[in-house]
């Protein structure tokens, strides 16, 4: 067991991720007393009855009073409410931290409203689940995963030895960059193709009960099942990054789909509605995907591939299959590949529009 990094620290937000993080904390003995703080007393008591937390809290100015570490672990629409009402509770040198995937406007939301005798590390754990609440966290929900921080300029070394320590101890491994970058990075690894998710969830949804023998295709739609509410959300403060590679995702998925109705009319083409949907038609999906991606990377001159997390992975696993069955196959149901694409650049030009 870890020795503690902080006396007391307080989680603001006992979701998917602030409860995994006081699990992780409990777990590992990172912390001598964990405040819990949520609005939901129905969650604080599951939290305390879980002893993963050992006081509860719903009013974030008290409980984050005396505290070594303030995590704000809210949605984002709640960042900048969170900051105002704990701000003024703050003890000297103590670490506001939150957990937004989307950097700069996380920044914009808190930073304004830290006192000078406190320190702002704004921070993103890559690691997550289409499952919500409290009771979806995890004790080894960061186990092997990256912990992005994107503070104005690099910690001090102490400091960073404490952050990394404290992430360290929960699994994770600590790393920083300019919050542009990430925003700009995980626009692509994490945010497109969740919306990318969620314009395949119908129809596909139909054949999941009927596909236990494709593991990859179930795998393939399992965060097209998170929460739309949030990523609406995440959509809207990131939707430049998102506009620029749906954008060119939609032109390569085009690409591909015109192809398909160049075949001459007179060719054969079959009717296997299982093996289109959850084979042929996610291969497409996938591959668009990773080349828009390397695209992107090439532009960027950044390793984007590096920073990807467990949703990526998931989302573009069909492509990773040995292609050459797979591309016979989709030359084979042509017409009904075609319609299923057409249909499917359908609903990202909608997608497309809320953007406008």
């Known amino acids: 067991m870890t020795s503690a990094t902080f006396n007391r620290i307080t989680i603001i937000g006992l979701g998917l991720i602030g409860s995994s993080i006081a699990r992780a904390v409990r777990e590992n003995g990172l912390a001598n007393t964990i405040v819990g703080c949520d609005q939901n007393e129905i969650s604080l008591a599951f939290a305390r009855k879980e002893k993963f937390i050992d006081i509860a809290d719903s009013n974030p100015q008290t409980a984050a009073t005396e505290s070594d570490l303030v995590i704000i672990a809210t949605p984002p629409a709640s960042l900048t409410e969170v ?3 704990v701000a003024p509770h703050l003890k000297n040198g103590a670490i506001i931290m939150d957990v937004a995937s989307v950097k700069r406007p996380a920044i914009e939301a808190i930073k304004p409203h830290i006192p000078p005798h406190a320190i702002f590390i704004p921070a993103h754990p890559i690691a997550g689940s289409e499952k919500t609440g409290v009771q979806a966290g995890r004790v080894d929900l960061f186990v092997r995963k990256r912990v992005i921080i994107t503070p104005d300029a690099p910690p001090d070394k102490e400091l960073q030895k404490k952050l990394a320590d ?3 101890g929960m699994g994770a491994k600590l790393e920083g960059m300019p919050p542009e970058i990430h925003d700009l990075v995980y626009g692509y690894m994490s945010h497109l193709p969740q919306l990318i998710a969620f314009c395949v969830k119908q129809p596909l949804d139909d054949f999941y009960d009927k596909a236990d023998d494709k593991p990859v295709y179930k ?4 965060i097209s099942h998170s929460s739309p509410e949030l990523w609406a959300e995440i959509f809207e403060l990131n939707k430049d990054n998102i506009i620029k590679g749906l954008d060119r995702y939609i032109d390569v998925v085009t690409h591909v789909h015109n192809e398909l109705k160049a075949a001459p009319d007179g060719e054969e083409s079959k009717n296997d ?12 999906v996938a591959s668009c995907l990773i080349t828009t991606v390397m695209e992107a990377e090439k532009n960027a001159g950044i390793p984007f591939s590096r920073y990807a997390g467990t949703g990526f992975a998931d989302f573009t696993a069909p492509a990773l299959i040995p292609p050459d069955v797979d591309i016979e196959q989709i030359s084979a149901q042509y017409k009904l590949v075609e319609k299923i694409l057409d249909k499917f650049l359908l609903r990202l030009k909608l997608f497309r529009a809320t953007f406008a």
Do not use: D, G, S
């Not at 795998?219 to 399992?222: A, G, S």
């Not at 509605?273 to 497409?284: D, E, G, H, N």
């Open 83 to 85: 900051a105002e009402a």
């Open 166 to 168: 404290f992430w360290q």
């Open 219 to 222: 795998t393939f739609l399992r």
């Open 273 to 284: 509605k299982m093996l289109a949907y959850t084979v042929l038609f996610p291969r497409i």
